[in-house]
């Protein structure tokens, strides 16, 4: 399992509060998303099943039409014919146009947050000679208890 999968693993665990803050932003996110998704399917099919030239003839039709939208993905079903239709599909896509760019930023912070979490942290030498990470501050003691053993060690 690599890296990636690794951090994967992490986010769903919540394994520290940078993973717990993404996975809780990814699923206000889902969660809303899935409600738009249903109270959409619903209006628009009420808004439009029956105007004339409208494609939205039975609700999974309609649930089809507004998920495509909301992955910002168009369809091959004609767009709504109504106003209120209308306006609905376009507070849909403000709805995926925000969710693309929340995602992104919240992706954003996340890999921001966990660099600097690396940063936090440093290799030293353990007591067998291993490379360890260990906290900065941890490393700096270390570095001190070895003293001038490891300065004159250096130095040869």
Known sequence: MGPMMGEVGMVVRGESRTH???RSRLMVLAVATLALDALATVGMYLLEHDARG????DLGGALFWVSAQLTTVSSQM???VTTPGRVLDV?????????VATL???????FHARHVEEQDFTRVKSTEGDDIRAPIEEGRRHEERRGDAGRSAARR
């Open 91 to 99: 507070a849909i896509e403000l709805w995926a146009i925000s969710v």
């Open 54 to 57: 409208s494609g939205f003839d």
């Open 104 to 110: 992104a930023g919240s992706l954003a912070a996340f």
């Open 20 to 22: 717990r803050l993404l």
């Open 78 to 80: 004609p767009n709504p």
